[in-house]
């Protein structure tokens, strides 16, 4: 990453809103600091019969305002800086929304794609196994996250619940909903996402009709967002995923989009559009901005050649703290991860609170309760921008330290 490490630029947001915040240095030496971190080794026997280990991460950043909370992510560049740093965001995440969780992130370095369904379902059990002493349902409740999806949930649900000798949904979200998980969930994020991009294009007096927008990233979150903000009425006039995507400014299908990668297991020579590169894509004119890869895309040797009114970080950290002051300074509007992305936390926040009532509701009361907390935390940090004269990153970061550091001067330092 440009800038260094997601750690660095983890530790650079907060510095700057402690600044900003006259944070006494106390509240920031405990809030620069994971309270614990977790390496494990994760031997799995592979279908030849041969045994490999991998390296696995559990980080819980701070639970001064309940129980951590975070996904587990399935990637070859997974880093314990990385996770350290996506534990961070989660802390000040949820507190930006009032979800009453700290923030925790897990991941094993593998490409799951890499393995066949009997070595995946090994790998998870016995990762599971090992950071069992960490999670739980008043302890730390894992989620879905980059690589990962329902049934990996689920297999760390029943790992759990068979060590505890009886079910316990609360363990984990994200779960398929007949074992507990909550209807719509599954695209919670990209809901998440829409509420807050119609509610920017709103502010910024933006017409959502035929608005262009490109996304980076065609995972549960980026193809969740190309279908949410096409049945609203805007134009998607890019896509990619890892292997490329496609260009056409008179816009694409999104139905195309997913037979092609259904077909061919990629964007790659969809031929709907042009074929553009990720590189490339993020310089594409647009109205609307939004990243749903992976972190670091967005740095200083491209922020200029940015062409788009508005940037909605639907990925975890993907502006470097430099390509935010060239923003700043062209006026594009970046609506930060730990606003924009929260949907996904605030459906599991409603998960678990229906697993532990036992007691579950319909998608419509779903989707209405995140629409509320959505639009309000985007007031809430949008007053507090234009008040501070700060940006939209600066605000939520300042609004959900504030709310983290309240927490910790309440309940005091132990012993």
């Not at 935010?324 to 605030?346: C, H, K, Q, S, Y």
């Not at 970061?397 to 309240?406: D, F």
């Amino acid at each position: 990453m440009s800038g260094g490490t997601a750690w660095d630029t983890a530790l650079s947001q907060l510095d700057d809103a402690a600044r900003i915040m006259n944070l006494e240095p106390g509240v920031l030496e405990v809030l620069r600091a994971p309270r614990r971190a977790l390496q494990v080794a994760v031997p799995v026997r592979m279908d030849d019969g041969s045994v490999r280990v991998f390296t696995g991460f559990r980080v819980h950043h701070n639970t001064s305002r309940g129980p951590s909370k975070g996904g587990i992510r399935y990637h070859p560049m997974v880093t314990l800086d990385e996770v350290k740093a996506l534990a961070m965001w989660m802390t000040w995440k949820c507190a930006v929304v009032g979800i009453p969780y700290g923030g925790a992130k897990g991941g094993v370095v593998i490409d799951p794609k890499s393995l066949s369904m009997g070595e995946l379902e090994r790998l998870t059990r016995r990762y599971a196994s090992e950071i069992l002493p960490l999670i739980g349902p008043e302890r730390d409740i894992p989620a879905p996250d980059l690589g990962t999806n329902e049934q990996v949930m689920a297999w760390i649900m029943d790992t759990y619940s068979t060590r505890e000798g009886f079910s316990v949904p609360g363990v984990v979200t994200g779960k398929p909903v007949a074992i507990g998980g909550s209807k719509g969930r599954s695209h919670a994020t990209a809901r998440g996402g829409m509420d807050i991009t119609l509610a920017t294009l709103k502010h910024l007096g933006m017409p959502v009709e035929d608005a262009r927008v490109v996304v980076q990233g065609f995972g549960n979150v980026g193809g969740g967002t190309v279908d949410l903000l096409a049945e609203q009425g805007c134009k998607i006039v890019a896509v990619s995923d890892e292997s490329g995507g496609g260009y056409n400014p008179e816009g694409l299908s999104p139905q195309g989009l997913l037979a092609h990668r259904d077909r061919d297991g990629g964007l790659t020579g969809f031929e709907g559009g042009e074929a553009v590169t990720n590189a490339e894509l993020l310089e594409l004119p647009c109205d609307v901005l939004i990243p749903a890869a992976i972190e670091g895309q967005l740095t200083e040797e491209n922020a200029d050649r940015v062409r788009t009114s508005v940037i909605v970080e639907a990925a975890n950290g993907p502006t470097t703290p430099q390509a935010d002051v060239v923003f700043e300074d062209r006026g594009i509007r970046v609506v930060p991860d730990i606003l924009a992305n929260a949907g996904g936390v605030t459906v599991s926040y409603f998960e678990w609170v229906q697993d532990l009532q036992a007691y579950y509701w319909d998608e419509d009361e779903v989707n209405d309760r995140l629409r509320k907390i959505m639009e309000t935390s985007y007031v809430d940090v949008l007053d507090l921008a234009q008040d501070q004269k700060v940006s939209m990153r600066m605000a939520a970061t300042i609004l959900g330290v504030g709310r983290v550091a309240e927490a910790h001067r309440t309940r005091g330092l132990y012993p």
